[in-house]
T-cell receptor
Framework: AQSVTQPDIHITVSEGASLELRCNYS??????LFWYVQSPGQGLQLLLK??????LVQGIKGFEAEFKRSQSSFNLRKPSVHWSDAAEYFC????????????FGQGTTLQVKP | NAGVTQTPKFQVLKTGQSMTLQCAQD?????MYWYRQDPGMGLRLIYY???????DKGEVPNGYNVSRLNKREFSLRLESAAPSQTSVYFC???????????FGSGTRLTVV
């Protein structure tokens, strides 16, 4: 069965430091992969997505993610974190077919220290 | 503003009461979804509608029913609420597999 794992439940980084959030998926075919961000009390907002082509994808708010098929990973990165990046981040995979269903990871909560 | 609108934003129910969560989108998307979010469990799919006139069960459908009223609206009904249904509920819509979702702002439901 398809699944998504975010190994880190909670991460704390200092403002200005670099960030990497990990995501591993279990899926046989070429996956459609997504990263979402959820600010407290809000809905989820799409940061970026990948389904083909260049394995390094750029998203909004200065985020990028790299697809590595050999490692079944789709890690999210940002070179310099801002206090406003504190939020919960979700990785998701779309299984085959065109229903558009997404399977979400458990989420990683990012805390930013001043 | 274009997007997904959910009502209500907050609700407290007593065990055994029923209610309907409403969701409407104005982006002409074919597919709509209901998820619940619980701490440490991410988002779990309750029901989805791939197109107008169709609905299918997701990962956690027990205790819920849905209606795809038309292309814009997709409602979620709790017939007899239970404390285990205390959660934050999100509605989302999508054009298809590669497009990702647009989410509503959520309904925080407490069942006492």
């Amino acid at each position: 069965a398809q699944s998504v794992t975010q190994p880190d439940i909670h991460i704390t980084v200092s403002e200005g430091a670099s960030l990497e959030l990990r995501c591993n998926y279990s899926y046989g075919a070429t996956p459609y992969l997504f990263w979402y961000v959820q600010s407290p009390g809000q809905g989820l907002q799409l940061l970026l997505k990948y389904f083909s082509g260049d394995t390094l994808v750029q998203g909004i708010k200065g985020f990028e993610a790299e697809f590595k098929r050999s490692q079944s990973s789709f890690n999210l990165r940002k070179p310099s974190v801002h206090w406003s990046d504190a939020a919960e981040y979700f990785c998701a995979v779309a299984p085959s077919g065109n229903t558009g269903k997404l399977i979400f990871g458990q989420g990683t909560t990012l805390q930013v220290k001043p | 503003n274009a997007g997904v609108t959910q009502t209500p934003k907050f609700q407290v129910l007593k065990t055994g009461q029923s209610m309907t969560l409403q969701c409407a989108q104005d982006m002409n998307h074919n597919s709509m979804y209901w998820y619940r979010q619980d701490p440490g469990m991410g988002l779990r799919l309750i029901y989805y509608s791939a197109s107008e006139g169709t609905t299918d069960k997701g990962e956690v459908p027990n205790g819920y029913n849905v209606s795809r009223l038309n292309k814009r609206e997709f409602s979620l009904r709790l017939e007899s609420a239970a404390p285990s249904q205390t959660s934050v509920y999100f509605c989302a819509s999508s054009e298809g597999r590669g497009s990702g979702y647009t989410f509503g702002s959520g309904t925080r439901l407490t069942v006492v």
